[in-house]
T-cell receptor
Framework: AQSVAQPEDQVNVAEGNPLTVKCTYS??????LFWYVQYPNRGLQFLLK??????LVKGSYGFEAEFNKSQTSFHLKKPSALVSDSALYFC????????????FGKGNQVVVIP | DADVTQTPRNRITKTGKRIMLECSQT?????MYWYRQDPGLGLRLIYY???????NKGEISDGYSVSRQAQAKFSLSLESAIPNQTALYFC??????????????FGPGTRLTVL
């Protein structure tokens, strides 16, 4: 079965500094990979996805993620963090050849310090 | 996402009570899902439905049941609520068809507390 690991519980970063949120995945076949963000008292919002093609995927709010097949990783990045980026971030994976279920990681709390 | 609505947004109930959480969507998607979110555990899938006649158990379906009344409506029931069902519940939808990727769109959530 597919699974996702988000190794850090919380990521603290100063405003203006680069932000990285780590994600590694496990699937039996080729993956579809997703990042979602959850702001306080809100549902999850789709940020970006990797399906195929270019390993660098650009998404909403200036975020991007890089698919690395050899390291089975899909880290989320933003060159310059904003205080408004403080939120809970979830990585998710789906095995395109398996069942249709998305497996979510436990989430990473990002705190951007002014 | 206003296209996916959940009612109620907050609910406090007592052990043993029957509770129904409702989800409606105007996105025209065939697929609907119910998840629960617990701190440190991420989202776990309770049930999912690929169309009105296709309902499937997720990873934590015990103690829950669902009803897909129409393409746009998917309800989650707790027949006899217990305290460890206290959680944040999310409904989500996704589309099918050629080239679909199962990008899911989430409702705002229902915070359920079972005393």
């Amino acid at each position: 079965a597919q699974s996702v690991a988000q190794p850090e519980d919380q990521v603290n970063v100063a405003e203006g500094n680069p932000l990285t949120v780590k994600c590694t995945y496990s699937v039996s076949g080729n993956p579809y990979l997703f990042w979602y963000v959850q702001y306080p008292n809100r549902g999850l919002q789709f940020l970006l996805k990797y399906i195929t093609g270019d390993n660098l995927v650009k998404g909403s709010y200036g975020f991007e993620a890089e698919f690395n097949k050899s390291q089975t990783s899909f880290h989320l990045k933003k060159p310059s963090a904003l205080v408004s980026d403080s939120a809970l971030y979830f990585c998710a994976v789906r095995d395109i050849n398996g069942n249709n279920r998305l497996a979510f990681g436990k989430g990473n709390q990002v705190v951007v310090i002014p | 996402d206003a296209d996916v609505t959940q009612t109620p947004r907050n609910r406090i109930t007592k052990t043993g009570k029957r509770i129904m959480l409702e989800c409606s969507q105007t996105k025209g998607h065939d697929r609907m899902y119910w998840y629960r979110q617990d701190p440190g555990l991420g989202l776990r899938l309770i049930y999912y439905s690929f169309d009105v006649k296709d309902i499937n158990k997720g990873e934590i379906s015990d103690g829950y049941s669902v009803s897909r009344q129409a393409q746009a409506k998917f309800s989650l029931s707790l027949e006899s609520a217990i305290p460890n069902q206290t959680a944040l519940y999310f409904c989500a939808t996704s589309e099918t068809g050629t080239g679909y990727t199962d990008t899911q769109y989430f409702g705002p959530g229902t915070r359920l507390t079972v005393l």
